[in-house]
């Protein structure tokens, strides 16, 4: 039998790498893209189906058609700096959005949901190793945002039983080591693709956001987790769901945390170029580090997150790069 899974965001970075994992697993992954920000070109798994997720009618349609098995919602706005000026944009088209999203879902009868998050739910908790259960307190409009959603996942599974699992990501990297998909934002915010970009001449240098945080060498530090790691994780998570385990939260990271100048001195080594950088300021939002308590994904799910280090994932990446993108 056919089991279809609706993915949201299919056309964007993480959702065309989701459905080439959900395909493997057996599943007809169905793109349900407004292509905002994703690319037609991406779309490469299975069926398309463009739409928004503020048009009830049409999200009744494209579940009418396909009655699928789950929902994977990765359609979202996702840049802090940007949420921090523009907060409507993302109450409007994150929360309004996936609010539709879950009630087209729960009036289909389409009972199970995963759902992207994000490490930015927990705030800026100095010197804390991040796990599940530590305390959201969202300092920017987009992780609010997020927050709002897993919200309104719990008030629909009392109400409704809609079953959901939650992953927090932390810094997703790196692309399809087969490089049929990859990362391809206009305008690109991410650091590890603003530094290819800079060591590939593509812009002129790199800037480093904030010297003077209090870590080590005196920048950010994050925890960054491969795509194709993290999609393994979002099939696992199906599964979960379709064996009946119920909801459940789980952070995607591994527990390691490196400085932006760390990722520059790895950058250097695999691609073995210089990365033009200068320093410059704070960018508003950002936290000083946010590294994962990343062990109930590997005990209960049994993910295994083995590509998630940095030279395979600036590796991947630098060879997506340098031959991949996509058009309009
Ligand atoms: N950085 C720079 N220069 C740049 C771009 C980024 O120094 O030109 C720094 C940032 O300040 C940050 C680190 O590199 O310290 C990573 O920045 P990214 O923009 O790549 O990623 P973010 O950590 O801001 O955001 C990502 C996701 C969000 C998610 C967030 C949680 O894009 O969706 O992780 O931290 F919410």
Same mark, same amino acid.
């Given at each position: 039998?056919?089991?279809?899974?609706?993915?949201?965001?299919? %056309? =964007?970075?993480?959702?065309?790498?989701?459905?080439?994992?959900?395909?493997?697993?057996?599943?007809? @992954?169905?793109?349900?893209?407004?292509?905002?920000?994703?690319?037609?070109?991406?779309?490469?798994?299975? #069926?398309?189906?463009? =739409?928004?997720?503020?048009?009830?009618?049409?999200? /009744?349609?494209?579940?009418?058609?396909?009655?699928?098995?789950?929902?994977?919602?990765?359609?979202?706005?996702?840049?802090?700096?940007?949420?921090?000026?523009? @907060?409507?944009?993302?109450?409007?088209?994150?929360?309004?959005?996936?609010?539709?999203?879950?009630?087209?879902?729960?009036?289909?009868?389409?009972?199970?949901?995963?759902?992207? *998050?994000?490490?930015?739910?927990?705030?800026?908790?100095? &010197?804390?190793?991040?796990?599940?259960?530590?305390?959201?307190?969202?300092?920017?409009?987009?992780?609010?945002?997020?927050?709002?959603?897993?919200? +309104?996942?719990?008030?629909?599974?009392? %109400?409704?039983?809609?079953?959901?699992?939650?992953? $927090?990501?932390?810094?997703?990297?790196?692309? /399809?080591?087969?490089?049929?998909?990859?990362?391809?934002?206009? @305008?690109?915010?991410?650091?590890?693709?603003?530094?290819?970009?800079?060591? *590939?001449?593509?812009?002129?240098?790199?800037?480093?956001?904030?010297?003077?945080?209090?870590? #080590?060498?005196?920048?950010?530090?994050?925890?960054?987790?491969?795509?194709?790691?993290?999609?393994?994780?979002?099939?696992?998570?199906?599964k979960w769901l379709e064996d009946g385990k =119920?909801? $459940?939260?789980? &952070?995607?990271?591994?527990?390691?945390?490196?400085?932006?100048?760390?990722?520059?001195?790895?950058?250097?080594?695999?691609?073995?170029?210089?990365?033009?950088?200068?320093?410059?300021?704070?960018?508003?939002?950002?936290?000083?580090?946010?590294?994962?308590?990343?062990? $109930?994904? +590997?005990?209960?799910?049994?993910?295994? @997150?083995?590509?998630?280090?940095?030279?395979?994932? +600036? =590796?991947?990446?630098? $060879?997506?790069?340098?031959?991949?993108?996509?058009?309009?």
């Amino acid at each position: 039998m056919t089991r279809n899974v609706i993915v949201t965001g299919g %056309a =964007g970075y993480i959702g065309s790498h989701a459905c080439k994992a959900l395909r493997a697993a057996g599943y007809v @992954p169905v793109t349900f893209d407004n292509l905002s920000t994703g690319w037609e070109d991406a779309v490469k798994f299975g #069926p398309f189906e463009q =739409g928004d997720l503020l048009d009830r009618v049409r999200l /009744d349609q494209v579940f009418a058609k396909y009655q699928p098995v789950a929902v994977m919602h990765f359609a979202a706005f996702s840049q802090v700096g940007e949420s921090m000026k523009d @907060p409507g944009k993302y109450w409007r088209n994150n929360v309004i959005g996936s609010l539709t999203l879950i009630e087209a879902a729960v009036a289909a009868g389409c009972m199970n949901f995963v759902f992207s *998050s994000t490490c930015a739910t927990y705030g800026d908790q100095d &010197n804390v190793v991040l796990d599940e259960d530590s305390v959201q307190l969202p300092i920017n409009s987009y992780g609010a945002s997020k927050r709002a959603i897993e919200d +309104i996942l719990e008030n629909f599974e009392q %109400a409704y039983g809609l079953n959901s699992v939650i992953f $927090r990501y932390f810094n997703v990297a790196g692309g /399809d080591p087969e490089a049929e998909v990859g990362e391809f934002h206009q @305008p690109e915010t991410h650091l590890i693709p603003l530094m290819l970009d800079a060591i *590939s001449g593509k812009r002129a240098a790199l800037t480093i956001f904030g010297t003077d945080y209090d870590t #080590p060498d005196g920048t950010c530090i994050r925890d960054y987790v491969h795509v194709c790691d993290l999609v393994d994780a979002h099939v696992l998570g199906l599964k979960w769901l379709e064996d009946g385990k =119920g909801s $459940r939260v789980f &952070n995607l990271g591994t527990g390691k945390g490196f400085s932006v100048r760390e990722v520059i001195d790895h950058s250097r080594a695999v691609t073995n170029q210089e990365v033009p950088y200068v320093e410059g300021g704070r960018r508003p939002g950002d936290c000083t580090k946010l590294v994962s308590g990343s062990e $109930r994904a +590997i005990t209960e799910l049994g993910w295994r @997150p083995d590509r998630s280090n940095l030279a395979q994932m +600036i =590796g991947d990446a630098w $060879r997506w790069h340098q031959n991949g993108h996509y058009e309009k």
